[in-house]
C-alpha cells in the first residue's frame, strides 16, 4: 500500500486560522479506476527507498521525499499530476511531499505529531490501514480506515493537539 502526505503552503492554513483543531475525512476522493492507475504509477515511478528519521532513526516503511528542489531538479510526472489536483481542488500551493510505501501489514508509523506548521493532506492508494489520532496525553484513540483513493486533511490546530499512528496489521 502506498501513502502519499502532501504539506501545502500557508494559503490553507489562513483559511482556518483562529479556527478551532479541523480534520476532514474525504471518501474515495479519487474514484477506483483513478486510483488503480495512480497507484501503479506511484509504485512503479517513485524512487522509493530506505529513509530515516531525523537522519537517526530508520523507518520501517520505504519512502520517498520530494521537495522543491527535487522538484526542479527532477519532476515527477505523477506527482505532479497528484500535485496538481490538490491544488486545484483545494486552492492552494504544495509545499512538498512525503511519500510512504507499506509492503506488508507489518510497515507501519509509531504515534507522532508532523509539526510542519501548515495544512497537512493526505492520499491513500492500496490496500486498507488505518490511521488512528488520539488528543495528546490520552491513550483513547480514535480510528479513520484509509481506504484506496481517500483523502483526509488535518489543520496545524488539530496537528498540535492530538498525535497520529499507523499502526501494523498483522
Request: contains cysteine; neutral net charge.
Amino acid at each position: 500500500m502506498a501513502w502519499f502526505y502532501k504539506v501545502s503552503d500557508r494559503k490553507l492554513a489562513e483559511i482556518v486560522k483562529g479556527q478551532a483543531p479541523q480534520f476532514k475525512f474525504y471518501d474515495g476522493w479519487i474514484p477506483g479506476p483513478s486510483a488503480d492507475s495512480y497507484y501503479q504509477r506511484c509504485t512503479n515511478e517513485i524512487p522509493w527507498r530506505q529513509e530515516y528519521w531525523n537522519m537517526v532513526i530508520k523507518l520501517p516503511q520505504l519512502a520517498y521525499y520530494y521537495d522543491p528542489k527535487e522538484r526542479k531538479k527532477r519532476p515527477n510526472p505523477v506527482l505532479e499530476e497528484l500535485i496538481g489536483y490538490v491544488e486545484q481542488e483545494f486552492n492552494t500551493t504544495v509545499t512538498f511531499v512525503w511519500c510512504n510505501l507499506f509492503k506488508d501489514g507489518k510497515h507501519h508509523i509509531d504515534w507522532h505529531q508532523d509539526k510542519y506548521g501548515e495544512h497537512l493532506c493526505v492520499l491513500s492508494f492500496g490496500s486498507s490501514r488505518k490511521v488512528v489520532f488520539r488528543p495528546l496525553g490520552t491513550k483513547q484513540g480514535h480510528e479513520h480506515l484509509c481506504k484506496h483513493g481517500d483523502l483526509y486533511t488535518f489543520n496545524p490546530a488539530y496537528d498540535a493537539a492530538h498525535e497520529h499512528c499507523v499502526p501494523t496489521d498483522e
